[in-house]
Structure formats: C-alpha cells, structure tokens
C-alpha cells in the first residue's frame, strides 16, 4: 500500500508550503511518520519525523523552518515548510520511520524558484 503525497509545487524563495500526507490507519497509528527528500543522483534523506506520541525530529537543514504534525483521526502526517530556499527542492516522499519499501509512493515535486 503505497502512501500518497499532496500539497508540492513551486513557491518563490522565502516562500512556504504545507505538505500533506495520508497513510493506512493500520500503521498510522503506532508508527513513527517521516519526511523524506531526494534530489537527483543523491540518496533519500529523513528530513523530519514525529512518533506516536509527537515526538519530533528535524535534519540540521531545516531545522526551525519546518514542522511535522499528525492528525490521528485522518492518518495524516503534515510538513509545514517556510522560509524555502533553492536549497529545499526536491521530490519529497513520507513513509515511515525506519522506512518499509512497500510504503513509497510517487512523492510530491517542491520547487523553490523565483
């Protein structure tokens, strides 16, 4: 069952965009849910992530410009991002935490460009 991720698309630099992400509510509920990035010719990284219990846990990069949140009752797992740079594009994908192959869905494209 692949997850599906909304909310991409192209901002301008300082920009922001609210990322959207539902997932099947046998996992949902008890998994730790990540954010994850790639660019091409680079590996995926774990950019954010949040536990059951909202713990989270942000990547050096985009720490204090980003918030994961979940609402249990859509098995959905959000990523707030502000304050885009160049730097932040890239296809973005959730999954959970460790990541599970069966999980990965097309992603969502995020381009920062003026």
């Known amino acids: 069952v692949q997850l599906v991720e909304s909310g991409g698309g192209l901002v301008q630099p300082g920009g922001s965009l609210r990322l959207s992400c539902r997932a099947p509510?046998?996992?949902?509920?008890?998994?730790?849910m990540g954010w994850y990035r790639q660019v091409p010719g680079k590996q995926r990284d774990l950019v954010a992530s949040?536990?059951?219990?909202?713990?989270?846990n942000y990547a050096d990069s985009v720490k204090g410009r980003v918030t994961i949140s979940r609402d249990d009752a859509k098995n959905t797992v959000y990523l707030q991002m502000n304050n885009l740079s160049p730097d932040d594009a890239a296809v973005y994908y959730c999954?959970?935490?460790?990541?599970?192959?069966?999980?990965w869905g097309q992603g969502i494209q995020v381009t920062v460009s003026s």
């Open positions: 999954n959970t935490v460790p990541s599970l192959n069966p999980y």
């Open positions: 509510g046998s996992i949902f509920s008890i998994w730790t």
């Open positions: 949040i536990t059951s219990r909202r713990q989270t």
